[in-house]
Nanobody, 126 residues
Framework: QVQLVESGGGLVQSGGSLRLSCAAS????????MGWFRQAPGKEREFVAA????????SYAQTVKGRFTISRDNAKNSVYLQMKSLKPADTAVYYC???????????????????WGQGTQVTVSS
């Protein structure tokens, strides 16, 4: 079992930057692809970015491509989301999730994820 705890959210002005972290505990962190999703009030949880188990492959939603960067450090059991040029539309609760590597399914599909953190709020003011 994997436990995930997000941190790093907060209030930032439009155009600013934030770095989210997700710390994993439990066994087998390197056996999971990791993803970041977000959920704004009244909306469904949507895919933001994902990184493969080794860290060599990444995937981004079109809305964040070029502004966000996902990375992981398997030695520290952590995954990160560096967010730049933030917009008010990026305001949401951000969740990290763990998806068993090698299964058939898209990293952008939240149904493929086995474990989730509790989320961290990101608010971007205009």
């Amino acid at each position: 079992q994997v436990q995930l705890v997000e941190s790093g959210g907060g209030l930032v002005q439009s155009g600013g930057s934030l770095r989210l972290s997700c710390a994993a505990s439990g066994r087998g962190f390197s056996d999971y692809d990791m993803g970041w999703f977000r959920q704004a009030p009244g909306k469904e949880r949507e895919f933001v970015a994902a990184v493969g188990s080794s860290g060599s492959s990444t995937s981004y939603a079109q809305t964040v491509k070029g502004r966000f960067t996902i990375s992981r450090d398997n030695a520290k059991n952590s995954v990160y989301l560096q967010m730049k040029s933030l917009k008010p539309a990026d305001t949401a609760v951000y969740y990290c999730g763990a998806m068993p590597t090698g299964i058939r399914g898209s990293v952008a599909d939240r149904e493929q994820y086995t474990y989730w953190g509790q989320g961290t709020q990101v608010t971007v003011s205009s």
